[in-house]
Antibody, heavy 119, light 107 residues
C-alpha cells in the first residue's frame, strides 16, 4: 500500500523559508505514470495546488506561487521536497503531498502537516 | 478556470439521497474529480474522469456530467459519508483548480 508522509518544521518565522519533505513508501517515486504534487489548505479553507514534479525533475508550478516555490525530487531516498521563500501569515496552511496521475487526479495523499507562519 | 460548487452546505438525513453540483467557468470535458474530506484528514479521491469510481469506493457514490456541469450523487447516505466534498478540474493538467467545497451535514 502506497504511503506518503510529510515532515518538516511546524513553525516558520515571517520572511523566512518553509521547507518540507515528503517520503514515499510502498512504491517507487520513479514511475513514469505519475507526478508528485504539493497541495495546501489554509485553516478552514479550500485546497490549492502548489506544483507537481516527476522522477526526472520535470516541474510544473502554480503561476501564483512560482516566484517563491522550489520543488525537487530525490529518487535514491524516494522523497520529494518543497521550499517556499519569503513566507507570510497567508502561507499558514496544512501542506499535503499527493500522487498525481498523469492527465488525471490525485489518488494517494499524505496525512498533511500544519505549518504556521508566526513570529 | 473557476470551479463553483453548490450548495455550500447540504443537510441530509441518513438513508436519503444527496446531490452535489459543480460548475466550471469553461469546458473541462470529462477532466473532473471529486474528493471527500473528513475533519483532520486528507482528501480522499472518490470519482475521477467525471464518473469513474476510485478503487474501494462504494457503489452508492456516482458522478455524472461533462463540459461545465457536473454532479456527485450519494444514493443513500451512511454515517461515514458526512464530510466536505470538493470537485477539481484537471483539464489543463497538472494545474488543477478545486471548488470551494460542499459540506454534507446530518439533518
Amino acid at each position: 500500500q502506497l504511503q506518503l508522509l510529510e515532515s518538516g518544521p511546524r513553525l516558520v518565522r515571517p520572511s523566512e523559508t518553509l521547507s518540507l519533505t515528503c517520503t514515499v513508501s510502498g512504491g517507487s517515486i520513479s514511475s513514469r505514470s505519475f507526478f508528485w504534487a504539493w497541495v495546501r489548505q489554509p485553516p478552514g479553507g479550500g485546497l490549492e495546488w502548489i506544483g507537481s514534479i516527476n522522477y526526472s525533475g520535470t516541474i510544473y508550478y502554480n503561476p501564483s506561487l512560482m516566484s517563491r516555490v522550489t520543488m525537487s525530487v530525490d529518487t535514491s531516498n524516494n522523497q520529494l521536497s518543497l521550499r517556499l521563500i519569503s513566507v507570510t501569515a497567508a502561507d499558514t496552511a496544512v501542506y499535503y503531498c499527493a500522487r498525481d496521475a498523469v492527465y488525471s487526479s490525485m489518488d494517494y495523499w499524505g496525512q498533511g502537516t500544519l505549518v504556521t507562519v508566526s513570529s | 478556470i473557476v470551479m463553483t460548487q453548490s450548495p455550500a452546505t447540504l443537510s441530509v438525513s441518513p438513508g436519503e439521497r444527496a446531490t452535489l453540483s459543480c460548475r466550471a467557468s469553461e469546458s473541462v470535458s470529462s477532466s473532473l474529480a471529486w474528493y471527500q474530506q473528513k475533519p483532520g484528514q486528507a482528501p480522499r479521491l472518490i470519482i475521477y474522469r467525471a464518473s469513474t469510481r476510485a478503487t474501494g469506493i462504494p457503489a452508492r457514490f456516482s458522478g455524472s456530467g461533462s463540459g461545465t456541469e457536473f454532479t456527485l450523487t450519494i444514493s443513500s447516505l451512511q454515517s461515514e459519508d458526512f464530510a466536505v466534498y470538493y470537485c477539481q478540474e484537471y483539464n489543463n493538467w497538472p494545474s488543477g483548480t478545486f471548488g470551494q467545497g460542499t459540506k454534507v451535514e446530518i439533518k
